[in-house]
């Protein structure tokens, strides 16, 4: 596309002094657009540097507005956190692209700030959707300018925004809360020299920040201002039930993505490649998008969903691998992968009818090995011996009697008199009373023993069990 100089400015049709300053002032900026229609209702779709996108961008959420004005639901804080990093990690790429563009030789410490958030095979935000309100409708009364393009079929032109042409956001105010919120990150780091404390968007060993790292800090903050821009798709002059509707379709109407597809797709998140690179193609685990139903179809496989959460336990200690960063798991990659052989190494684990011929087969259990495993190798709060407790855990995995027929799973279906004679007398010391809550935690029907959905009140209790079984200590002492 080439864009001449030369067009005329199409002045708005003003019809006096007060329709001059109502509709622009002395701050008007050009913004070059490509004008289309959005089902019927025309729009402009403009690209604007980030770091000037939240200048001149609101959102219509705030409780101490006009009841009238609001059409946002409320902020969602953490949420845009993780934003935050997400974008944080783009603009470090764009960073090394810009001087990639520019011909400058490579920037080791920008690959740096790059490896520690982690690498991605693409990064991309999709567009802000936004509305003018004070204009008239479609955008009359903007001043515009044509742009001569060698394409005849697209209308290209430069509309004419003032401070006051506010862009009200639609869909799309977690994305600026989050750019907010890293261009606070970066000018904590370029005016102290240091990272901030509390909420820090990148992780640190020392809290100030060298001369070299201030140096690519500010490339970065620099490819916010220019390189790296927003694409907003512009509605001009829409009431507020207008901006309601909108906000409505367009976070309503879609499909979500299943969670297994989602996790199956995403080589971001370093529990993910863990998965997919060492679990997966390494190990061998065999991973699907949905696992079987019904047990007698079990092909020894586990779904994505299901592997996540015993990993996200295993590496985090949490329900979930959001905010794991790569250190998270280069720093405990060699117990997991061998917590993982020796789940392999049990026996029927991974074939056909895999559930039918161990408990290991069921995630929760897996789950309780993960904890296990955390608190031995990884958690703050492991004991002194914890070496030698991790050593007997790892190496006995396979070991262990993961069969239905285990009398220590249905402990708290058994009367007192049962449980001696199962000799399961000394594991009353290391599981919780049953006087605390419901420890309903599955049933044993046909010599098949099914644990219970309410996997995050089971598992730690298979895992007293285990270090019952294992002669480990008890975590109620």
Not at 5 to 12: G, L, Y
Not at 100 to 114: G, N, V
Not at 177 to 197: C, G, N, Q
Request: one cysteine or more.
């Amino acid at each position: 596309m080439t864009i001449s100089d030369h067009d005329n400015i199409v002045p708005a049709p003003f019809e006096s002094f007060s329709d001059v300053l109502q509709e622009g002032d002395t701050s008007e900026k050009p913004f070059k657009v490509f004008v289309g229609h959005n089902l019927g209702y025309r729009v402009n779709v403009l690209q604007v540097p980030m770091h000037e996108f939240v200048q001149m961008s609101a959102v219509a959420n705030d409780p101490a507005m006009d009841e009238e004005q609001i059409a946002q639901r409320k902020l969602d804080l953490p949420h845009a956190q993780k934003l935050a990093v997400y974008i944080l990690k783009g603009l470090i790429y764009g960073a090394i692209d810009f001087r990639s563009e520019r011909k400058q030789s490579a920037s080791p410490t920008l690959q740096e700030l790059r490896d520690t958030l982690g690498p991605q095979p693409y990064i991309a935000l999709q567009p802000v959707v936004a509305n003018i309100r004070n204009c008239r409708r479609a955008g009359e009364g903007l001043k515009v300018r044509k742009l001569v393009t060698t394409d005849e079929r697209l209308a290209a032109f430069e509309v004419f925004l003032s401070q006051q042409h506010v862009l009200w956001v639609i869909d799309g105010q977690h994305r600026r809360k989050a750019m907010e919120i890293v261009f606070d990150f970066l000018d904590h780091v370029l005016r102290t020299h240091t990272y901030p404390k509390k909420g820090s968007l990148y992780p640190f060993d020392s809290l100030e920040v060298s001369p070299q790292y201030l140096a690519a800090w500010q490339e970065v903050m620099t490819a916010t201002r220019s390189f790296c821009k927003v694409t907003v798709e512009l509605h001009l002059g829409l009431d507020i039930d207008q901006e309601r509707q909108l906000f409505h379709d367009l976070n309503n109407l879609g499909k979500k993505v299943d969670k297994n597809l989602a996790l199956k797709f995403d080589n971001s998140n370093p529990v993910n490649l863990f998965i997919k690179e060492t679990l997966h193609e390494e190990i061998g685990l065999k991973i699907v998008e949905k696992d079987a139903l019904e047990w007698k179809d079990d092909q020894g496989t586990l779904a994505w969903k299901d592997v996540v959460a015993v990993n996200a336990i295993l590496f985090l200690n949490k329900t979930n691998i959001g905010g794991a960063k790569p250190s998270d798991v280069s720093e405990k990659l060699e117990v997991a992968k061998r917590l993982w052989e020796g789940v392999m190494a049990i026996s029927g684990f991974g074939e056909a009818a895999a559930k039918e011929n161990t408990v290991a087969a069921q995630p929760v259990v897996l789950k309780a090995l993960a904890k296990l495993t955390y608190d031995f190798a990884f958690s703050n709060r492991r004991p002194k011996e914890a070496e030698e407790l991790l050593d007997v855990l790892l190496s006995s995995v396979a070991d262990i009697d993961f069969s239905h027929q285990n009398p220590m799973w249905r402990y708290y279906e058994m009367t007192e008199g049962q449980r001696l004679d199962e000799g399961l007398s000394g594991l009353s010391n290391y599981l919780p009373s049953t006087e605390t809550g419901n420890r309903d935690i599955g049933s044993f029907q046909e010599g098949v023993m099914r644990f219970g959905a309410k996997h995050n009140d089971i598992y730690p209790i298979i895992a007293d069990m285990i270090r019952w079984k294992l002669e480990l200590p008890s975590r109620h002492k």
